[in-house]
Structure formats: C-alpha cells, structure tokens
T-cell receptor, first 115, second 110 residues
Framework: ETGVTQTPRHLVMGMTNKKSLKCEQH?????MYWYKQSAKKPLELMFV???????ENNSVPSRFSPECPNSSHLFLHLHTLQPEDSALYLC??????????????FGSGTQLSVL | KNQVEQSPQSLIILEGKNCTLQ??????????LRWYKQDTGRGPVSLTI?????NTKSNGRYTATLDADTKQSSLHITASQLSDSASYIC?????????FGAGTQVVVTP
C-alpha cells in the first residue's frame, strides 16, 4: 500500500459514456498528478495540481477534465473518449519543494478500455 | 526525441543471475535521478534517488550508479528472483519537472 488509492482498477466504456476516475492520497502531500501510460511508451504527464491549483496541463484534449476539490482528492472526468485513449491512468502525489520534487508515490492505476 | 533513453527495451534472465540496465539522459538542468520498479498492473514504486554528488546507492539487491559527467546511470540487480520480473523505469528530475524513460521490461525465469 503506497498511500495513494485509485478507483476503479478497471474500466470499460463506450465512446459516448461519461465516467470519472478517483484518486485519494493519505500522505499529506501538496501536489497530485495524473499520468497516462501507454504500452512501451514513457509515462505522459497530463495534469498537475499544486496546493489544489492546477499548475500544468500538458495539451490534454478537453475530453479529459480534472478536478481537485482538496489536497487529498483528485478526479479525472472522462467523456466522449476515443479508442486511442485506452491506457493505464496513474495518479501520483508528492511533496514539491522549491527546486526539486520529492519522491512520487503512485496509485495502482485504472486500466481503461474504450470501445 | 525522448530525453531519457533506456536499454535494453527488454531482457530475460535466469533466476539467480545478475543483470544491469542502462539509462542515458540529456535532461538539463539536473536535480536527481530515480529508478522505479513497476509490477504488471501496478503503479511504479521508487527504488532509489540519487543527487548530483552521489555515485552509487543501494536498496537491497538493487544497486544504482550515476555518472553525472557522462549523463549515464545503471541499475544492477544481484541474484535475481522471480519477484524481480517487472518494468524498471529511469526518471530524471529537472528542477521539479520529471522526465520518464520508456522502461526496461525484465523477465526472470526459473
């Protein structure tokens, strides 16, 4: 148990569905992240929230919508996804310092399949 | 082009044998370099973090080395076990921004 919990573990959705991924961290960290992991590719940073404020959005399509209601919870709302969005979606948290980033703690991920 | 290149892409080793994974990077400025282990269907878990001044760091049977001059790192697994089967990911921290390698898939066979 890493202290970062993601639900659901697996999700199958059609292109017209709306679903949400949930992440909760119990580590008291000040930053939370969404990453996309496709097979044999580096992890792709999607969104960063630092002290609940979104500080980074790496040109992610608008069909992905993040929400961070407080420093412990992070959501990723999904709608009208495409089959190429099928991937493992990882949530992570860390304690961000001035010029470096403390160790990332990852959740187990949500394996998403878009049909 | 990815600024963190890992090799080999995959390897198969016999249980009990040693292996070494490579990571070359071009990321600048450099804050630290991390190695993560990712089991299938799980999130990555941190193995080591090395700053500029550290040449080597161990975590059990895992030993990471860093040559900041040549921008190379390696991860050595000693006396491999079946539980070492996983993807090993090299990550370079550049003032808080993380650059990920694509990982090396290691399969340990009995």
């Amino acid at each position: 148990e890493t202290g970062v919990t993601q639900t659901p573990r697996h999700l199958v959705m059609g292109m017209t569905n709306k679903k949400s991924l949930k992440c909760e961290q119990h580590l008291g960290h000040n930053a939370m992240y969404w990453y996309k992991q496709s097979a044999k590719k580096p992890l792709e940073l999607m969104f960063v929230y630092n002290f609940k404020e979104q500080t980074e959005n790496n040109s992610v399509p608008s069909r992905f919508s993040p929400e961070c209601p407080n420093s412990s919870h992070l959501f990723l709302h999904l709608h009208t996804l495409q089959p190429e969005d099928s991937a493992l979606y990882l949530c992570a948290s860390s304690q961000v310092l001035e010029v470096t980033n403390e160790k990332l703690f990852f959740g187990s991920g949500t394996q998403l399949s878009v049909l | 082009k990815n600024q963190v290149e890992q090799s080999p892409q995959s390897l198969i080793i016999l249980e009990g044998k040693n292996c070494t994974l490579q990571c070359n990077y071009t990321v600048s400025p450099f804050s630290n370099l991390r190695w993560y282990k990712q089991d299938t269907g799980r999130g990555p878990v941190s193995l080591t973090i090395m700053t500029f001044s550290e040449n080597t760091k161990s975590n059990g049977r895992y030993t990471a080395t860093l040559d900041a001059d040549t921008k190379q790192s390696s991860l050595h697994i000693t006396a491999s076990q079946l539980s070492d089967s996983a993807s090993y990911i090299c990550v370079v921290d550049s003032w808080g921004k993380l650059q990920f390698g694509a990982g090396t898939q290691v399969v340990v066979t009995p």
